[in-house]
């Protein structure tokens, strides 16, 4: 059909229907500003219809979206992923966002949501989730929510707050930082406690008999040598300050968790905690063969006990390297140099 044919008044209603879908961006804006000042926190509660306010805004928008997804019946049933407190830590980034921004200019480039699973499931499935926690950027110009948003590093969003800042500043070049901590009075407390004991400690080491004392026990100080080892080797510090969880929850299986997470984006607690007990069996087996095999007089029994350590060291850096492989997508393979 030509488009001299058209009706007119067919070309009119196209029109203004095009334009009624097109929510104009300084309304969204307006409300979200308004929806943000009634917020404790400055975090804005997303439902299924605001989602698709926000979406119908033309791009590219004029703002970002930064929204944290949560699920209620996780926090009483999976209390180890720890939700609540990434929860507190995702509102000390948007109060800390709108301290260093108070200027309405650049405050409205971005806003920070959070959606509930149960009364927004629709939504949650339009982002394709798999499993929690999951925090992600809609950017201005993002069009399919399954494929446009920036995913925030889970190695981010499981350390605290300033992490979490130093990747959304990386991704939509605007000021987080500095994180605007409240001292809690926990904290001051232990800020007490340690100073006294800092003081006191002069006067309380001079009535300690070492002689007598647990800590010249030498099974004590192997056994913790050997605490330290396991827990250097299986990334202890690393999960410490980063605030890294043992297993996430898998979206698919309500009752299932994810012990081993596929890809270097992150690294959970029971991977690191699986490769340090398998370093610590083969740490174990030759502290063994240099301290007890060593002292046993008969050959063909140093023969066996040699013949399990080896057996059992390349069986644990086997394991060791599968994971590897099978984590990271690389293969590690022997090297012979061409004779």
Not at 206 to 226: E, H, Q, R, T, Y
Request: charged share 15%.
């Amino acid at each position: 059909m030509a488009i001299s044919s058209i009706s007119p008044f067919l070309l009119l209603h196209a029109t203004l229907t095009l334009t009624l879908c097109l929510i104009p961006a300084n309304a969204v804006v307006s409300d979200l500003t308004h929806l943000r000042s009634e917020s404790s926190t400055g975090v804005i509660h997303l439902t299924d219809q605001l989602l698709k306010r926000i979406i119908s805004v033309p791009t590219p928008r004029p703002f970002s979206l930064l929204i944290f997804f949560d699920f209620h019946r996780l926090h009483s049933s999976k209390p180890e992923i720890n939700l609540p407190a990434l929860r507190n830590e995702f509102s000390l980034l948007a109060s800390s966002f709108l301290a260093n921004n108070p200027d309405p200019n650049t405050n409205t480039n971005l806003f920070f949501f959070d959606i509930e699973f149960e009364e927004s499931e629709l939504s949650f499935r339009k982002f394709g989730l798999d499993s929690l926690p999951h925090i992600c950027i809609v950017p201005p110009s993002a069009m399919d929510l399954g494929k446009d948003p920036i995913e925030m590093d889970p190695s981010a969003f499981s350390r605290q707050a300033e992490s979490m800042a130093e990747f959304v500043e990386s991704k939509t070049k605007l000021q987080i930082r500095p994180i605007h901590r409240p001292l809690t009075s926990s904290r001051k407390r232990l800020i007490f406690v340690a100073v006294v004991v800092v003081i006191c400690s002069p006067m309380l080491l001079p009535k300690i008999d070492f002689k007598k004392s647990i800590l010249v026990d030498k099974n004590l100080w192997m056994g913790g040598a050997i605490l330290v080892y396991f827990l250097s080797v299986g990334g202890m510090m690393h999960n410490i300050i980063r605030q890294v969880p043992m297993f996430l929850g898998d979206m698919q299986d309500p009752d299932g968790l994810v012990f081993f997470y596929k890809g270097t984006q992150t690294q959970l607690g029971t991977e690191g905690y699986a490769v340090g007990f398998l370093y610590t069996i083969v740490g174990l087996l030759l502290a063994f063969l240099s301290h007890a095999v060593v002292l046993e007089k008969s050959r063909s029994v140093q023969r066996s006990a040699m013949a399990f350590v080896l057996f059992a060291s390349v069986w644990a850096v086997k394991k060791v390297v599968v994971l590897d492989n099978w984590k990271t997508g690389y293969s590690i393979h022997s090297y012979f140099p061409h004779l």
